[in-house]
C-alpha cells in the first residue's frame, strides 16, 4: 500500500502526464474536456490524499528518491503543513479545472494552455512536498516557467507580451533570492536537506540574512510591496481560471515557502525579526487595496486586491514571530491560525472573484467597467455569487473574510502584553493600518459590484449578455457555498489547522467545533467570541422582518420615471457613476501623495461646440522611482557595453587574457 507522500507523487505523476497527454491531443476537438477532466480528478484525489493527512495529525511522511543531486537525492515530505497548503493547492486546481471545461471552449489557442495548465498545478504541488533545497529551487522553477507560459498564453494581445516579460524577470530575481537564503541555511557543510538545516544552528546575523533574502524570493512570488509589479500585469493577461490559480494558489505557495524556511527550518525567532515583516506586511495590505480602488479595469482590480490580501497574511504571520519570540505560544497560535485561516479563505473567494469576472468577459467580451453595467437582469446567477465574493473579501459576516480578520484583530488586540515598547507601539499602529485597509476594501468591492452589475448597460455588449454555461456556474456556486461554510462553521476550520499550529509552535488553539452553539473562543469568552451561525439566523430574520413591513405597509402604486442622475435625469448609461468618478474622493485623499494623481479639466470658452474633457493622471511611483531607474540604467549600460562586440581577434584574446589575471589575483587574495 502507498504511503501519504507517494500517494500525492502519484498524483503529481499523473498531472505531469496529463500535460503530455495534452500535448499529443491539443489539436482534438476533445481535448479540452480529456485534460480538464483528468486535471479535476487527479486533483480530487490529491484533495482528499491531503485531507486525510492533516485530519489524521500522525506526524511527517517522508520519501527520497534516486534522482536530484547524487550525494543527496531526491527528498519529499508530506507533514502537518505541507498537507494543508497541499489542500489549498488542490482544491483550487479541482475547481478551476470544473470552471474551465465550459471557459475553456471559449479558448482560442488551446494548444497554448492545455499542456501547461496541468503542469503548473504539478509543480505547485512538488513546491510544497520538497524537503531539501535543491528539489525545492527544481520545482519552484518548473512552477514558475510553467505559470509564465500560461501568462503568455494570448502574447500578441497588447500588453501581455510586457507582462509576460516581467513576470518572467520577478520570478528570476525571486529564485536568485532563495538560492542565496538556502545557501546560507546549509551553511560550509553544504547540507541541502531540510532536516539538516533545521538541526543546524544559526547565528543571528544569518538567520537576518536569511529573513531578508525570503522576504524578497517568496515576497516577490506573493506580491509584497515593492515587489508586487508582476501581478496586475500578469494576473489580468491570463486566462481567467488560471488568474484564480495564480492569484488564490500560487500565492499561497509563497506564503508556505516563507512560513516553511522563517517558521520551521530558522528555528525560535528574534522579535526584531516581526517588525520588518509586520511593516512590510502593513504598507503592503494598504497600497494593495488604494491600487484597486483607482482601477477600472475589473480583472487588474482583483489582482491588486490580492496584493492587499497578501498583506494581511504577512501581518499576522508577524505577530507570530513576535508572540513567538517571547514565549506567548497561544497568542502566536492565534495569530498563526488567523494567517493560515485567511490563506483558504483567500484561496476561496478571490478563485471565486476571478472566475466570475471571466464570466464577464466571456458573455460581454469587457474587462472595463466602464463598457458594463446592468448584468444583474443578464447574468442573475453570476451577480449573486459575485455579490457573494465581494461580500467575503470585504470582510463582512456570516461570510468567511470577516471570521479570519476577527481572528487577526484579536491578535492584535493582544499586543499589550508583549515586552518590547516598539512592539507595543507599532502593532496597533499596524491594526490601525489593517482597519483602514479593511474600510477601503468594502468601498472598492461596492465600486466593482455596482459599477459592472447594477444600474445600466454601458453598452450594446453588456445589454446583451448571457448567463455562462452549466460548468462554470457550478464551479463559482461551490466556491460560494464554501465561503458561507467557512464562515458559519468557522470551528471547523480552525480545529482542521491546529494540527498546523501544534507541529510549528508546539502549541494550538482550544478545539472549537464542540463549544454550544458553534461558537468560536479562541482566547477566552471574556476577550471575545463569534458565532457564525447565530449572525446568519438574525440577519436573515431582520431581512425577512423588513421585507414583510415593506410589504405590507408601503403603497403598491408603480410610478415609473427617468433614472435619477443626482437631481436631474440621468439621460444617457454613460452619465451613472463610473469607476473614476466612484473613485474621485479616496484618489485626491490618497493620490495626490502616493500615486501623484493630477486631474486635468478642459473646459471650452462659452459659446464653443467643443467639448469639456476631463482626464486623470496616476503614476506608479514604485515602478518609476525604482524599476524604472534599474531598466534605464541596465539600458544605458547595454549600449554602451555594444561596443565591445566589434573587438577584433587580438582585443579579445586580450580581454580574455585580463579577465583570466584579475580572477587569479582575487583568488590568491581570498585565499
Given amino acids: 500500500m ?30 479540452t474536456a480529456l485534460v480538464y477532466g483528468a486535471t479535476l480528478i487527479v486533483c480530487a484525489l490529491a484533495l482528499i490524499g491531503a485531507l486525510r493527512a492533516l485530519l489524521a495529525g500522525t506526524g511527517a511522511d517522508e520519501i527520497v528518491l534516486p534522482i536530484g543531486l547524487p550525494w543527496l537525492g531526491a527528498h519529499f515530505r508530506l507533514d502537518a503543513l505541507a498537507a494543508f497548503f497541499l489542500a489549498v493547492v488542490n482544491l483550487g486546481g479541482a475547481i478551476a479545472s470544473l470552471y474551465a471545461l465550459g471557459y475553456g471552449r471559449h479558448e482560442h489557442a488551446p494548444q497554448r494552455v492545455l499542456p501547461f495548465f496541468p503542469a503548473f498545478l504539478a509543480g505547485m504541488n512538488l513546491v510544497v512536498l520538497a524537503d531539501d533545497a535543491f528539489s525545492y529551487l527544481l520545482c ?27 513576470y518572467l524577470l520577478m520570478a528570476s530575481f525571486g529564485t536568485l533570492a532563495l538560492l542565496l537564503a538556502f545557501g546560507l541555511l546549509a551553511g560550509p557543510a553544504g547540507d541541502y536537506g531540510f532536516a539538516a538545516i533545521r538541526a543546524m544552528p544559526h547565528a543571528p546575523g544569518e538567520a537576518t540574512m536569511v ?130 485561516f485567511h490563506v483558504f479563505n483567500h484561496s476561496l473567494f478571490k478563485s471565486l472573484l476571478f472566475f466570475g469576472a471571466g464570466a464577464v468577459l466571456v458573455s460581454t467580451g469587457a474587462r472595463d467597467m466602464d463598457k458594463l453595467g446592468g448584468l444583474i437582469h ?37 499586543s499589550p502584553s508583549l515586552p518590547q515598547w516598539g512592539l507595543k507601539i507599532m502593532v496597533p499602529a499596524i491594526g490601525a493600518l489593517l482597519a483602514l485597509a479593511a474600510a477601503l476594501a468594502a468601498a472598492c468591492f461596492v465600486k466593482a459590484y455596482g459599477v459592472s452589475f447594477l444600474s445600466r448597460p454601458r453598452s450594446e455588449a453588456a ?98 420615471g427617468p433614472a435619477w442622475g443626482c437631481g436631474f435625469s440621468d439621460a444617457v448609461p ?31 470658452p462659452p459659446g464653443s461646440v467643443k467639448p469639456a474633457r476631463f482626464s486623470v493622471e496616476i503614476h506608479d511611483l514604485v515602478w518609476e522611482t525604482l524599476y524604472g531607474r534599474i531598466a534605464g540604467a541596465v539600458d544605458t549600460a547595454s549600449k554602451r557595453l555594444d561596443r565591445w562586440q566589434l573587438l577584433t581577434i587580438r582585443g579579445y584574446l586580450s580581454l580574455v587574457f585580463a579577465t583570466l589575471v584579475t580572477l587569479l589575483l582575487v583568488l590568491a587574495i581570498w585565499s
Fill in 140 to 166: 519552484w522553477e518548473f512552477m514558475s516557467l510553467a505559470s509564465w507560459a500560461l501568462v503568455m498564453t494570448h502574447h500578441r494581445e497588447p500588453g501581455n507580451a510586457r507582462a509576460g516579460y516581467v
Fill in 211 to 340: 529573513l531578508i533574502l525570503m522576504l524578497l524570493g517568496a515576497g516577490s512570488k506573493a506580491g509584497l510591496v515593492p515587489l508586487h509589479v508582476w501581478l496586475p500585469l500578469a494576473h489580468p493577461a491570463a486566462p481567467s481560471h488560471v488568474s484564480a490559480l495564480m492569484s488564490g494558489v500560487m500565492t499561497k505557495v509563497a506564503v508556505y515557502g516563507f512560513i516553511r524556511v522563517v517558521f520551521d527550518l530558522l528555528g525560535p525567532p528574534n522579535w526584531t525579526a516581526s517588525v520588518l515583516v509586520l511593516s512590510l506586511g502593513g504598507v503592503t495590505a494598504v497600497m494593495g487595496i488604494l491600487y484597486a480602488l483607482l482601477e477600472k479595469d475589473l480583472k487588474r482590480l482583483l489582482a491588486y486586491s490580492t496584493i492587499e490580501n497578501i498583506g494581511i497574511i504577512f501581518v499576522c504571520l508577524g505577530l507570530a514571530l513576535a508572540f513567538q519570540a517571547n514565549n506567548q505560544t497561544l497568542a502566536a497560535s492565534l495569530a498563526l491560525t488567523a494567517a493560515l
Fill in 2 to 31: 502507498l504511503t501519504a507522500v507517494a500517494a500525492q507523487l502519484v498524483c503529481v505523476a499523473a498531472l505531469l502526464g496529463i500535460a503530455v497527454l495534452a500535448v499529443a491531443l491539443s489539436r482534438a476537438k476533445a481535448a
Fill in 378 to 414: 443578464r447574468m442573475p446567477v453570476t451577480s449573486v455569487v459575485f455579490l457573494i465574493g465581494c461580500v467575503a473579501i470585504a470582510a463582512l459576516p456570516p461570510f468567511n473574510g470577516f471570521v479570519s480578520e476577527w481572528l487577526m484583530f484579536q491578535a492584535v488586540l493582544l
Fill in 463 to 560: 445589454a446583451n449578455a448571457q448567463e455562462v454555461d452549466h460548468f462554470s456556474l457550478a464551479a463559482m456556486v461551490i466556491l460560494a457555498s464554501l465561503c458561507l461554510f467557512a464562515g458559519i462553521f468557522p470551528g471547523l476550520v480552525i480545529d482542521a489547522l491546529s494540527p498546523v499550529t501544534q507541529q510549528i509552535l508546539d502549541s494550538r488553539l482550544g478545539a472549537q467545533s464542540h463549544l454550544p452553539w458553534l461558537s468560536i473562543i479562541p482566547i477566552a469568552e471574556r476577550r471575545g467570541s463569534y458565532n457564525g451561525l447565530l449572525v446568519l439566523v438574525f440577519i436573515a430574520i431582520s431581512a425577512s422582518l423588513g421585507y414583510l413591513a415593506i410589504r405590507r405597509f408601503s403603497s403598491h402604486a408603480v410610478r415609473r
Fill in 574 to 604: 454613460q452619465a451613472q457613476y463610473s469607476p473614476d468618478s466612484f473613485a474621485q474622493p479616496l484618489r485626491r485623499v490618497f493620490g495626490t501623495l502616493l500615486f501623484a494623481a493630477r486631474e486635468h479639466v478642459e473646459m471650452p
